[in-house]
């Protein structure tokens, strides 16, 4: 059911159809990853602790970043997964990338959560150096995991 969805939207998209149309959207949904994992990775480290300072502004905007290039990510993602559906769910690299970006974007916004109202001040403490890398080890393996899709 899932797979002839994703069929329909890859048609649609022209994805399954057209080398250029695919080739496009695999060189977005490399680009915001770059922004993604360019943006999040000071945060983690800073949260962490393994980076002692990061000006709340330029968290802020890395923040931003990271939010836009996951949006991106994800977007772009499901028109690749449309191009071949049955292959990629079939893929057990996949399904666990599948599980690690989940884990990710909920840390992510378990982060958000606990960082909302907290104008000026960084979260402390062990949650905070916890979500710094969860956060940290989930994206590289999400990266690490979808560059190894293509070799299996």
Known sequence: MLAGLLDA????????????????????????????????????????GILTYLDEGAARLLRLMARIGAGLAVATGVLLLSARPGEYLANPVFLAKMIVVGVALANAVAF???????????????????????????????????RWIAFT
Request: glycine share 14%; charged share 10%; hydrophobic share 60%.
């Open 9 to 48: 939207v890859g048609r649609s998209s022209g994805v399954t159809l057209s080398t250029p149309v695919y080739a496009v959207v695999s060189a977005l949904h490399i680009l915001s990853i770059a922004l993604l994992i360019g943006g999040i990775l000071l945060v983690d480290l800073r949260l962490a």
């Open 112 to 146: 958000e959560w606990m960082a909302r109202g907290r104008a000026g001040a960084w979260p402390a403490g062990v949650h905070a150096r916890m979500a710094g890398l969860v956060s940290l080890t989930g994206w590289l393996a999400a990266l690490m995991l979808g």
